[in-house]
């Protein structure tokens, strides 16, 4: 195993950047919100953050607290939790960073996406940051199938709840955030597109 991949897993590419940016660099207390088996949690648990973790599926959970004892003793395995974004069991302000890495296109509706995002910026401190990727139809708004309630069928053959631009600009302004960075989309070969929001919890 390479010395890159022994510090950061396989993590995501566009968190990777925010970190190689020193983005996070003062955030202590990081919540990855459907944390899967912490592919993207390598790097903080080596470093001395108090990391946290939430998803819907026991062995992912088993499996992060797992990852965790080996990287981070310290950490207490208290902090990983079965539990859904939209419901999410930590108290309010809690944390410096929340990551909702590939989730937040699961939404059921628009209804659902939004109690997800309450629940999320609910447990985010003023001042703290949101990293997202998600499923978006920018660039493929052609070639994706409306399913209703916000959902599509995508080219590669999955069904996801899919934004684009002005849904993510009209939540941002909802929730009295600021974009730390440009709203960024991967087309992947016509088949799906991946976006990356990025935003900062107003003081």
Known sequence: MS??????????IYL?????????????????????GGRNLVYLLQNGFEVYGIDPDAEAVKAVKALSQKLSPGNSPDNFKIALVEDLPFEDVYFDLVICNTVLHFADSQDHFDQMMRSI????????????????????????????NGRHHLPDGSDRFLVNLQFLLDRTQALGAQLHEPIKTTN?????AMTTWCLRKGL
Do not use: H, M
């Not at 010395?3 to 995501?12: A, K, R």
């Open 16 to 36: 990777f950047d925010q970190l190689l940016k020193g983005t996070y660099d003062n955030c202590r207390k990081v919540l990855d919100a459907g944390c899967g």
């Open 121 to 148: 910026w609910r447990v985010l401190k003023p001042g703290g940051y949101f990293f997202a990727r998600l499923a978006s139809d920018i660039g493929i708004e052609t070639l994706v199938l409306p399913l209703g």
């Open 188 to 192: 992947v070969q016509n088949k799906r």
């Open 3 to 12: 010395t890159l991949q022994q510090s950061f897993g396989n993590i995501d």
